[in-house]
């Protein structure tokens, strides 16, 4: 099965996968509300991003829309949706079943956006044989063998830092290429695997910093002088 990458071989660039999400997410609350066609101007906004970066982005997709219509709503989900992969069935594993692991494993969003969650493994004794969202925790000595039967071809690590690692190598041993990262660890892999990583406090971090600044902090301070 092919890597959810496969955009970016297709000569789409890197910043644009990045955006198609963020359409796509609009576009699903648009059709939600009936609303059948949108223009530019309007998904822009509704994407956070300007009009012009949003027709250039989707002409990668091949996708124009129509002089004083716009874009066809329901398509364009089309579009994005094949152009991302998901219009198939990706097998999740969540592996760390702590208090993250166990609200992935909750969330309800991922099945309706072509994701499904497929197996949840963790190390503690006292977590394994639980039943969570429908799902048995199985051991992680059972890591490969998981992954295999179960067909899964994205790996979420949701594991302490210092075992983090460890399992990426193991999860790439046995053939996944797709890894979504939360553990506060910066992860070596081949440069054949792609690696997402979301770090929370560092986002936080970045906030306090823009606070700072409309607060008057510091920074500030140094840029009036």
Known sequence: MKSPSQ???????????????????????????G?????????????GVNSAKLRKDLSHLGSYGTRGVGYDVEYLVYQISRE???????????????NLG???ANYGGFVSRGFRVAALVDADPE?????????????????????K????????????????????????????????NFAPVVLSVPDSVDVRKVDLSIELQILAFH????AGGPLMAVDSQ
Do not use: F
Not at 211 to 214: G, I, L, N, P
């Open 211 to 214: 606070e700072q600044r409309k």
């Open 35 to 47: 609303i059948a066609t949108v223009s530019s101007e309007d998904l822009a906004v509704a994407a």
């Open 7 to 33: 955009p970016r071989d297709r000569g789409i660039p890197e910043a644009t996968v990045a955006r198609l999400p963020l359409y796509l997410r609009a576009l699903h609350g648009m059709a939600e509300r």
């Open 127 to 147: 977590v394994v044989g639980d039943t969570i969202a429908g799902l048995n925790v199985e051991h992680i000595d059972e890591l490969e063998a998981v992954i």
């Open 102 to 104: 166990r609200a992935l």
């Open 149 to 180: 039967r179960r067909g899964v071809s994205i790996v979420v690590l949701a594991t302490p830092a210092a075992a983090a690692q460890e399992v990426c190598d193991r999860v790439i041993s046995v053939g996944v290429t797709s890894i979504l």
């Open 84 to 98: 991302l992969g998901l219009t198939q069935d990706w097998a999740v594993a969540i592996v760390g079943v702590g």
